[in-house]
């Protein structure tokens, strides 16, 4: 178990009596069990600052979700914050731990949120009781997948009334995507991906039932969804789980160079700035300054063997 699980654990006696007033001490047990476990699985939590640790699980408690991988209500996300350059936990609800939310405050009986591809066929009626009269996925269509037109939610109130909210694809770009410091990271080539790019659907259904919310019906009950809704502000810059950087962290552990050029290469990858083809730059130098397996006494191969005698020109 790493040093920050350790920490993180001690954390988690610091917020036991201010997440027990949430909630039960069987729940905080079983959400602490949670954090250890996705901590555990998750070198990039591992980085996180221990007391941004404590703040997310407790956040759990204030939304009134789970952080059961069994039911994806909602997620710690390791984020590199610019301010404190630190990296830090953040606690986030899913698309459906927001629908959850939503139904938990009586306002509606059910929600449900749709996207819509190039291949569906589709009719929307917003003047009809259904609003959405025909949506045949492309799969029953015989047609291709095709990219994200548009997305739909659809809310039945207690008194079985349809509310519905939709929005085309490049009115989320627009007004929701642009608006993220992950895509704009992304697109300013400071990342080789972001949630945008690898979960598209979750955050274009995320969006919509977003927007949906500030139109239904209010109840007394709204205290934790606005919670989690607030939380899920996108006011920092998502970390990913690089290949990238997890084989420059391997290469330096085994590098030759000094430690003030180790100190500057990890500086670099903590930034959250680092472009790729200077990610690339480093690589290969990195490479390049391996210890020698035959100077170094390691095991060596025959193909180590040639090597160094073609580097000596024998």
């Given at each position: 178990?790493?040093?920050?699980?350790?920490?993180?654990?001690?954390?988690?006696?610091?917020?036991?009596?201010?997440?027990?007033?949430?909630?039960?001490?069987?729940?905080?047990?079983?959400?602490?069990?949670?954090?250890?476990?996705?901590?555990?699985?998750?070198?990039?939590?591992?980085?996180?600052?221990?007391?941004?640790?404590?703040?997310?699980?407790?956040?759990?408690?204030?939304?009134?979700?789970?952080?059961?991988?069994?039911?994806?209500?909602?997620?710690?996300?390791?984020?590199?914050?610019?301010?404190?350059?630190?990296?830090?936990?953040?606690?986030?609800?899913?698309?459906?731990?927001?629908?959850?939310?939503?139904?938990?405050?009586?306002?509606?009986?059910?929600?449900?949120?749709?996207?819509?591809?190039?291949?569906?066929?589709?009719?929307?009626?917003?003047?009809?009781?259904?609003?959405?009269?025909?949506?045949?996925?492309?799969?029953?269509?015989?047609?291709?997948?095709?990219?994200?037109?548009?997305?739909?939610?659809?809310?039945?109130?207690?008194?079985?009334?349809?509310?519905?909210?939709?929005?085309?694809?490049?009115?989320?770009?627009?007004?929701?995507?642009?608006?993220?410091?992950?895509?704009?990271?992304?697109?300013?080539?400071?990342?080789?991906?972001?949630?945008?790019?690898?979960?598209?659907?979750?955050?274009?259904?995320?969006?919509?039932?977003?927007?949906?919310?500030?139109?239904?019906?209010?109840?007394?009950?709204?205290?934790?969804?606005?919670?989690?809704?607030?939380?899920?502000?996108?006011?920092y810059m998502l970390d990913i789980d690089s290949p990238t950087v997890s084989f420059i962290n391997s290469l330096l552990r085994t590098s030759i160079i000094s430690d003030e050029q180790k100190a500057g290469i990890e500086m670099e990858i903590t930034s959250g700035e680092l472009k790729q083809n200077e990610a690339s730059e480093i690589i290969e130098m990195l490479k390049q300054n391996q210890p020698d397996p035959i100077d170094s006494g390691n095991n060596y191969s025959q193909t180590d063997i040639q090597k160094k005698l073609d580097k000596q020109g024998l």
């Amino acid at each position: 178990m790493s040093n920050i699980i350790k920490e993180a654990k001690e954390e988690f006696s610091l917020i036991k009596s201010d997440f027990i007033q949430l909630t039960d001490e069987k729940t905080f047990m079983r959400e602490c069990s949670f954090a250890v476990q996705l901590i555990n699985n998750s070198p990039q939590l591992q980085k996180c600052d221990p007391i941004s640790i404590k703040g997310a699980v407790l956040n759990v408690a204030q939304t009134g979700l789970t952080l059961n991988p069994t039911n994806p209500f909602g997620y710690l996300i390791p984020s590199w914050n610019n301010k404190t350059k630190k990296y830090e936990c953040q606690f986030r609800a899913s698309y459906q731990g927001l629908a959850k939310l939503i139904t938990d405050t009586g306002s509606v009986n059910s929600i449900e949120c749709q996207v819509v591809y190039e291949g569906d066929r589709i009719k929307f009626d917003m003047a009809s009781k259904e609003k959405v009269k025909e949506h045949v996925p492309y799969w029953l269509n015989g047609k291709e997948k095709g990219k994200i037109i548009a997305v739909y939610s659809l809310a039945t109130l207690p008194d079985g009334t349809i509310h519905s909210e939709s929005a085309g694809i490049q009115d989320i770009y627009d007004t929701v995507r642009a608006k993220s410091e992950a895509w704009k990271t992304y697109e300013a080539k400071k990342m080789s991906t972001c949630v945008w790019i690898k979960d598209e659907v979750e955050m274009c259904r995320k969006a919509i039932i977003r927007r949906h919310t500030k139109y239904l019906p209010k109840s007394e009950k709204w205290e934790k969804l606005n919670k989690a809704i607030e939380l899920d502000n996108d006011d920092y810059m998502l970390d990913i789980d690089s290949p990238t950087v997890s084989f420059i962290n391997s290469l330096l552990r085994t590098s030759i160079i000094s430690d003030e050029q180790k100190a500057g290469i990890e500086m670099e990858i903590t930034s959250g700035e680092l472009k790729q083809n200077e990610a690339s730059e480093i690589i290969e130098m990195l490479k390049q300054n391996q210890p020698d397996p035959i100077d170094s006494g390691n095991n060596y191969s025959q193909t180590d063997i040639q090597k160094k005698l073609d580097k000596q020109g024998l």
